[in-house]
């Protein structure tokens, strides 16, 4: 999609995204890494290690720091506060894939859509999916190859459901909502009783799963249904990889949360709380709103005061690294003990 610079800085000026533009008005071919940038190319340069590859280059457009205008005399330069979000909405608005035009018909032929289901006039339907009984698409979704949309299940408007999803019965997806591919939302939650010979018998799962607006879930998550009401994903939220949620779980608005994690039934995690990889929480566990969970977090009860905490089970972070520090020392300590005993034995010999 080519642009010009002033109608990019134009576009982003009014948000405050952008702050200013200084040079000619150059039309934009394309977006390029630092390293990897040529004539036409639009750069966002936000550390030092990619100035020196960017003045080699000569790209068409820079966007960058208010301060650094300078170090680009001989390029057009756009600056912003924030070079990173700048990155993400610039890209989005011009560079973004175009996931209406796969060169097929609105509603692929192959499609099963039941005749109770509502599609907007602007949703686009992919090949081999199955759109149930009652189910609503709203407008402008995109619903990819092969996905699965059960009954009474509703995707909202401009929401993005990638090949391979399953949205099940009776769930809601928000808007402007991305579901990466082979994720499972409404998939059943592990729920059973045992009798006296520890014979398991299933609990049938029968609330569902809200997932709020601008939701972003990665490839391969599970989302378990409730057993009663509803697992509920917060607006914002961002998810990654292979993540699984159980049922009636709750995670709170702008969450990040990494690939691996594995949270229990009916949790409750707060508002932009950040997980590393491979992150575990247990069952019916509050967490505070703005907690970062690192090191392979092992949550094994509440977190009541936001920080940041590490290990399992957890400690705050401060006492984890402390620990750490100590247990890697702990075969010289075991050695200087017994040193230590050998001549108090001696001594009281």
């Known amino acids: 999609m080519g642009v010009n610079a002033a109608a990019v800085f134009e576009e982003f000026r009014k948000s405050g995204v952008l702050l200013g533009m200084r040079g000619r008005d150059v039309p934009i071919s394309g977006v390029a890494a630092a390293d990897s940038c040529g004539e036409g190319d639009l750069v966002f340069v936000e550390t030092d290690a990619y100035v020196a590859p960017v003045l080699a280059r000569r790209p068409a457009v820079v966007v960058t720091r208010p301060e650094w205008v300078d170090r680009f005399s001989e390029t057009t330069v756009l600056t912003s506060n924030n070079v990173r979000l700048a990155h993400a909405l610039i890209r989005q608005r011009y560079f973004d894939r175009d996931l209406r035009n796969l060169g097929w018909t609105r509603i692929h032929p192959s499609a099963v859509v039941h005749e109770s289901a509502r599609i907007a006039e602007g949703a686009f339907i992919g090949p081999n999916t199955m759109i149930g009984r009652g189910a609503h698409i709203g407008e402008r979704v995109v619903v990819m190859a092969n996905v699965v949309v059960e009954e009474d299940a509703v995707v909202g408007d401009d929401a993005v459901l990638y090949p391979c999803v399953v949205v099940g019965f009776g769930c809601e997806i928000g808007r402007a909502t991305l579901i990466r591919s082979g994720s499972i939302i409404g998939s059943e939650g592990f729920g059973f009783a045992q009798d006296e010979q520890r014979r398991n018998y299933r609990i049938p799962q029968l609330g569902k799963v809200v997932i709020e607006d601008r939701v972003v879930i990665g490839a391969n998550c599970c989302i378990d249904r409730a057993t009663f009401g509803e697992t509920r994903i917060g607006s ?50 509050k967490i505070a709103d703005d907690t970062i969970l690192l090191h392979r977090a092992g949550v094994m009860s509440d977190i009541t005061e936001s920080g940041q905490y590490a290990g399992g089970p957890t400690q705050r972070l401060r006492d984890y690294l402390k620990n750490q520090a100590v247990a890697r020392r702990l075969s010289d300590l075991r050695a200087a003990v017994r040193e230590l005993e050998r001549n108090l034995g001696k001594g009281t010999g």
Request: glycine letters at 12%; one cysteine or more.
């Open 236 to 285: 914002g939220t961002v998810m990654d990889n292979l993540c699984h949620v159980a049922h009636n779980v709750r995670i709170g608005r702008d969450c990040i949360l990494t690939a691996m994690l594995c949270v229990a039934g009916s949790t409750h995690i707060g508002d932009r709380v950040i997980t590393s990889g491979q992150t575990g929480i247990l069952d019916h566990v």
